[in-house]
């Protein structure tokens, strides 16, 4: 544990697994929400586009100041949250060199849209005139504000659309990016993780039985194996997928029922060299099963190779998994980074210059099967000292 500590692949899987815990947690609205108009720049991109806002104007707090100083805003909208009822008052706003222009009355239920042709009659606009370009029309200092009145409970909401949002901006649909990449690493972890995991039973179970009996079981299993090592891997893949179905489960399923060959000829090359030892002769003489002698003795040997074998065999699977979802034989429900890359690629996030929401996710798979590569080469380096010789 303590040459674990040291590669920087374990403390970037122990970062990625926090994140992957908290998920939805980290962010105020869930990840299928739309949170802001579509592909929405990052906030830290395109200084002269107005970021997405959200301002509240209640009882206590009925007034805002705006310091604006970009380009008007791509859509606005009110609603009235909370008990009202007919409280008389209005939302004012008040603009550089201009009289306050009433936006609309304060009532329980209330709601508006820019692009209603009610609310800009309203303002006295035309149905085709932009209305957010009528009230931000400039920059310089804004003041939204309620009218005096009675006293309510509810607030108002003042929302206001712009071009950027976010650590990571939106993508075609307005859902927040960051909030769709933390929801891949637990997607991620899991397939490769849970199908790294079966196939590593199963190759274990048949490489023991080729390698401990020998024979018609060691030269059917190994011709299955060459058998299953000739087959294509992807076009299977895809048939599988399309015929059992596109969940999560069913997809890591399909991932472990073509990964274990490896496994297994590992095991059996290990079993082979352990079959003839002279403890094993001594314990098949004293009468011991053969169920016992792989149970107790042979087993545990294997131990340190396939943990190593294990950690090197996840990447593998995040990677297949990830090229499904970018085929698009995924769950469409299910957030992982390959649907997050096809969906950017089937709306045309490339031509639309959102290179947010195709580097990220590609970072990430990188990222997350070079860490599983660091840590299974430490743990392969552990079960055999012979390779850190040879490095050093």
């Known amino acids: 544990m303590k040459g ?15 994140a992957a815990i908290l998920g939805e947690r980290l962010f105020a609205a869930s990840p299928g929400d739309q949170v802001a108009a579509p592909f929405s720049k990052p906030i830290w991109l395109g200084r002269y586009l107005p970021p997405t806002m959200e301002l509240r104007l209640t009882a206590d707090s009925p007034s805002a100041t705006l310091d604006w100083r970009y380009s008007p805003p791509s859509g606005l909208s009110l609603r009235v949250e909370g008990p009202a009822g007919e409280t008389g008052r209005f939302v004012e706003l008040v603009r550089p060199g201009s009289p306050p222009l009433r936006l609309a009355p304060v009532r329980e239920g209330f709601a508006a849209d820019g692009r209603d042709i009610a609310f800009k009659r309203s303002l006295g606009l035309p149905p085709f005139k932009d209305a957010s370009a009528h009230l931000f029309p400039e920059r310089g200092e804004y003041v939204l504000s309620l009218t005096d009145g009675p006293s309510f409970e509810g607030s108002v909401v003042v929302r206001l659309e712009g071009g950027r949002y976010g650590l990571l901006g939106t993508d075609q649909r307005g859902r927040d990016a960051a909030a769709l990449f933390v929801t891949g690493i637990r997607v991620s972890l899991i397939v490769g993780l849970f199908a790294a995991l079966l196939a590593t039973l199963l190759g274990t179970s048949l490489g023991l039985a080729a390698g401990y009996l020998g024979g018609w079981v060691d030269a059917v299993l190994m011709r299955t194996v060459d058998l299953l090592l000739s087959i294509p891997l992807l076009p299977v893949l895809m048939a599988l997928a399309a015929l059992w179905g596109r969940g999560l489960w069913q997809l890591a399923l399909i991932l472990s029922v073509f990964s274990w060959m490896g496994t297994a000829r590992t095991v059996r090359s290990l079993i082979l060299s352990l079959r003839d030892a002279p403890y094993i002769e001594g314990l098949r003489g004293l009468g011991a099963s053969s169920g016992y002698i792989l149970r107790r003795h042979l087993l545990p040997e294997t131990f340190p190779v396939l943990l190593a074998t294990m950690t090197l065999g996840v990447p593998g699977a995040i990677l297949s998994e990830a090229g499904l979802s970018f085929l698009g034989l995924s769950d469409p429900r299910v957030i992982s980074w390959g649907r997050m890359l096809h969906e950017a690629h089937s709306f045309g996030a490339f031509a639309a210059g959102a290179w947010w929401l195709l580097i990220p996710p590609g970072t990430g798979i990188s990222i997350l099967c070079l860490a599983f590569l660091d840590v299974g080469k ?12 040879a490095r050093t």
Do not use: Q, S, Y
Not at 7 to 17: A, D, I, K, S, Y
Not at 378 to 389: G, I, K, M, N, S
């Open 4 to 18: 674990l500590a040291r590669r920087w692949g374990f403390w970037c899987l122990v970062v990625l697994t926090i």
């Open 378 to 389: 430490h743990l392969e380096e552990t079960a055999d000292p012979r390779l850190r010789r």
